[in-house]
């Protein structure tokens, strides 16, 4: 539960927050679609329209009818991420999930990302990866200690940020070397 504060969400969430969150490690892949559909409130129909397209995404092979738990956590994310932007969300909650997979499923993660991003749906992605900042995002906010410190353009904010990192290893290559190799806090 948050410490403070409040958030009043009108629509549909999806998440993919951590990689396999939400499995049950003995059902299979395709079991765990229908589990998470229900979940995510969508109905019978609903969900057996959307299960093939979801394995289809995957790419996981005749893995979707073995048991989570025999999957690797590439394989837990693909299949995640598919189930997460099937919903078509309002809000889609994004943590560090784009880079997983080999690289033709990140072109495709980056792929499903711009049609949500285009079709004006509200993403919230926590990432250190600044490429993916300045190229997906239209606002940025880069947190210290769980406190705001900035706010703004992408391009604005990474830079902020990694002066931010340059200053802070100088700092910290600097008390090494004045402490002989033990860095204080």
């Known amino acids: 539960m948050p410490s403070e504060g409040s958030i009043v969400v009108q629509g549909r969430i999806s998440s993919l927050l951590t990689l396999g969150a939400g499995f049950d490690q003995e059902l299979t892949g395709r079991e765990n679609v229908r589990l998470a559909g229900a979940f995510m409130g969508m109905s019978n129909a609903e969900i057996s329209g959307r299960t093939e397209p979801i394995i289809e995404y995957a790419d996981i092979g005749e893995f979707i009818d073995a048991p989570i738990k025999t999957y690797s956590s590439g394989m837990r994310a693909r299949l ?20 997983t997979g080999d690289q033709t499923f990140r072109a495709k993660s980056k792929a499903r990302v711009l049609e949500l991003v285009n079709g004006a749906k509200a993403i919230v992605l926590v990432t250190h990866d600044m490429q993916w900042v300045t190229e997906y995002c239209n606002r940025a906010i880069m947190l210290e200690h769980g406190r705001v410190v900035a706010e ?15 200053r802070l290893r100088e700092e910290k290559a ?7 190799g033990t860095i204080r806090r």
């Open 174 to 180: 600097a008390q090494v070397a004045r402490y002989g």
């Open 80 to 99: 995640g991420f598919a189930i997460a932007t099937s919903l078509d969300p309002d809000v889609l909650l994004l943590d560090e999930v784009l880079a």
């Open 152 to 166: 703004g353009d992408p391009a604005e904010v990474v830079a902020m940020h990694q002066e931010h990192s340059a």
